[in-house]
């Protein structure tokens, strides 16, 4: 079993900056892929950023792209968004997740129900 919980939400102004981090207590964490999803009232949960198990190779929605950046500390058990430039559209509650490295994964890391556990979001609010 893998928990996650985030944390490091917040209210910011529009082109302030947050770091949400995501802390595991499950075991063997680098053996999984992390995403970060939001999901705003109203609307469904959307893919943010992907970072995969071995390669640490990064994915980006086009909408975060060059202001958001996903990373990892395996010895730390915790992946991180540092979120950069936020702009209103920016608010929802963000949730992590974690995957096993499967062929769905691989091939679609921006769906939801290819991930296995999730945390219990934290909600971000950026002002105009």
């Known amino acids: 079993q893998v928990q996650l919980v985030e944390s490091g939400g917040g209210m910011v102004p529009a082109g302030g900056s947050l770091r949400l981090s995501c802390a595991s207590s499950?075991?063997?964490?680098?053996?999984?892929?992390m995403g970060w999803f939001r999901q705003a009232p109203g609307k469904e949960r959307e893919f943010v950023a992907h970072?995969?198990?071995?390669?640490?190779?990064?994915f980006y929605a086009d909408s975060v792209k060059g202001r958001f950046i996903m990373s990892r500390d395996n010895a730390k058990n915790t992946a991180y968004l540092q979120m950069n430039t936020l702009k209103p559209e920016d608010t929802a509650v963000y949730y992590c997740?974690?995957?096993?490295?499967?062929?769905?994964?691989?091939?679609?890391?921006?769906?939801?129900?290819?991930?296995?556990?999730w945390g219990q979001g934290t909600q971000v609010t950026v002002s105009s």
């Open positions: 499950g075991r063997a964490f680098s053996n999984y892929a």
């Open positions: 970072i995969r198990a071995n390669s640490g190779a990064r």
């Open positions: 997740a974690a995957a096993r490295s499967t062929y769905a994964l691989y091939t679609n890391y921006n769906a939801p129900r290819n991930y296995d556990y």
